[in-house]
């Protein structure tokens, strides 16, 4: 777990005393990384009584083209903007360019939050 708290320094460099101490709607999960492989999913407690579905890994996408919503199947990451090396180990994230049997297509949704891949087709592909 990791805490999304406030900083333990000021702007000028000083130490900031604990005024409470850390909370549970204060700690953050590390990313999901979801990878280009057989569908992999985990169930995960969100606040109040929600759940999310994680893709933990998956091989399918729904790839929208001018209307029409298709399933297709991932081949590989080629592009990244979020880390270069996120390419190299085939892991998607939101804006992620990926290679689907239908052609390049771009993410546009959070796999590590909703569990799904939903993908707009490149026009120039």
Known sequence: MKDQGRSTRKRTGGRLHDVSKKKRHQLG???A???VDDPRFQVIDA???DDKLRALSTNIA???DSGE???EEIENVVDNPANV???RRNIITK???IETSAGQARVTSRPGQTGQVSAVL???S
């Open 95 to 97: 804006g992620a360019i």
């Open 29 to 31: 999960r590390e990313p």
């Open 47 to 49: 606040r109040g009584s």
């Open 33 to 35: 990384e979801t990878t």
């Open 62 to 64: 729904q790839v929208a």
């Open 69 to 71: 919503v298709t399933t």
């Open 85 to 87: 090396n996120y390419i």
């Open 122 to 124: 490149l026009e120039d």
